[in-house]
């Protein structure tokens, strides 16, 4: 790896990568609500709390200690909690708002990390342009593999989802039709 890469610090930059290709993913997508977008949101919660969690292991703009982006990883991991709490409890407009907001914020700190020319991510794109394309193309195909896995499984549940509802009213109609029906 380019000098002062650890491993920490490349899991949650490609953590970080991911989140925000299935961010916009989840924000453009049209639909809401449904089984996929219930699943990759999960997905994507999980990861962003990844990357905010694993945010307390790096500590390079102040050697030894928390900086303010740790504040900021803190009112992250706030903000996805209460996302959290807005979907469980049906506030829609909610929800919307601390997950936007969120991705927002993330899409900002990933645009601080590349922005100036000493941080990692720019000094590796000079001096090994092919490692910081792996590491894209890494994240890109994760992204991926996730909505695709999300999607195939919704389907299915989908698919079984109305199995079961067309068996069950079947019954229930072939029960009241018994019921009905003069013996």
């Known amino acids: ?21 299935l961010g916009a993913y989840l924000v453009l997508r049209r ?9 990759l949101g999960r997905f994507w919660m999980a990861d962003m709390y990844w990357v905010a969690f694993s945010s307390f292991g790096i500590r390079r703009l102040t050697p030894g200690h928390f900086s ?7 009112f992250t991991i706030f903000s996805l909690t209460m996302a959290i709490w807005a979907a469980k409890t049906h506030r829609v407009q909610l929800h919307r708002g601390w997950v936007v907001g969120t991705y927002f914020g993330l ?18 794109a000079i001096h090994r342009p092919t490692w910081l394309l792996a ?28 199995t079961n509802r067309s068996a069950s009213s079947l019954r229930r109609t072939t029960a009241s039709n018994t019921a009905r029906s003069p013996r």
Request: overall charge positive.
């Open 135 to 162: 590491g894209l193309f890494a994240a890109a195909l994760i992204a991926a593999a996730a909505i695709e896995l999300a999607a195939r499984t919704s389907d299915q549940s989908g698919q079984s989802g109305q």
């Open 31 to 39: 639909r809401k609500g449904d089984l996929l977008h219930r699943r």
């Open 107 to 124: 899409v900002g700190a990933g645009l601080a990390a590349v922005a100036f020319p000493v941080r990692l991510v720019p000094q590796t």
């Open 68 to 74: 303010w982006i740790h504040g900021l990883s803190a």
């Open 1 to 21: 790896m380019t000098p002062g890469w650890t491993v920490l610090l490349a899991l949650h930059a490609i953590g970080a990568t991911v989140a925000v290709i």
